[in-house]
């Protein structure tokens, strides 16, 4: 999973041109981002992104695919690797949070519309395997106003909203090489001259 983690990140961390972005519990986001400014403060639009789990979907699991494998690559000397797949689904959720209800709206409906449009990207997949994987993310419909009044009155006007996002087209993968036996022969045909069509 941390390969679709660290794809999405690059992706968020890209379209907000700022590192600051990680894969951190909401309640953590605020800490870990004024940890990494030098003074201790907080800057803002803040996003948090935390995976929430992940499941195997087994209604749409290859038998093959899962337990034979099938070949990701052969080598001129005979060697395959046998790639195995196993189709999972990751939930993440999104959190954004600003001074100001303007901001929250414009940052989550350009975030809504890139990702209707681009919801594409690309993780490398080690493992001995020599291939990429394309995946999409995507958005549920509701997004939360999670805007707390109390923090509001007690730490200055904070506006939070969050969305759930998830992966469904993901995979766990595994690598079996395995040796090929290439046949030798070359088959003999007979032909008979009273053979008639």
Not at 85 to 103: A, G
Not at 110 to 129: A, D, N, T
Not at 147 to 156: A, F, L, P, R
Request: hydrophobic residues 40%; charged residues 25%; contains cysteine.
């Amino acid at each position: 999973m941390h390969l679709y983690d660290d794809a999405i990140i690059s992706k968020f961390r890209e379209l907000f041109d700022s590192d600051s972005i990680f894969i951190v519990p909401p309640e953590r986001a605020k800490e870990t981002r004024a940890q990494l400014d030098q003074n201790g403060d907080v800057k803002f639009p803040l996003i948090s992104l935390d995976r929430r789990g992940w499941s195997m979907i087994p209604e749409v699991s290859n038998w093959t695919a899962s337990r034979k494998g099938v070949a990701d690559s052969i080598t001129a000397d005979g060697q395959a690797n046998l790639m195995h797949i196993i189709p999972i689904r990751i939930n993440y959720q999104l959190d954004i949070y600003t001074v100001d209800r303007v901001s929250c709206d414009e940052i989550m409906r350009e975030l809504i519309f890139y990702f209707l449009l681009h919801p594409s990207m690309r993780v490398k997949i080690p493992y001995g395997l020599d291939t990429e994987h394309k995946f999409n993310l995507f958005f549920n419909s509701d997004i939360e106003d999670n805007s707390d009044t109390v923090e509001h009155i007690n730490k200055g006007v904070l506006f939070r909203y969050t969305a759930n996002l998830y992966v469904d087209d993901a995979y766990l993968f595994a690598n079996t090489p395995v040796d090929l036996v290439f046949a030798q022969k070359t088959p003999q045909l007979e032909f008979k001259e009273d053979d008639k069509w």
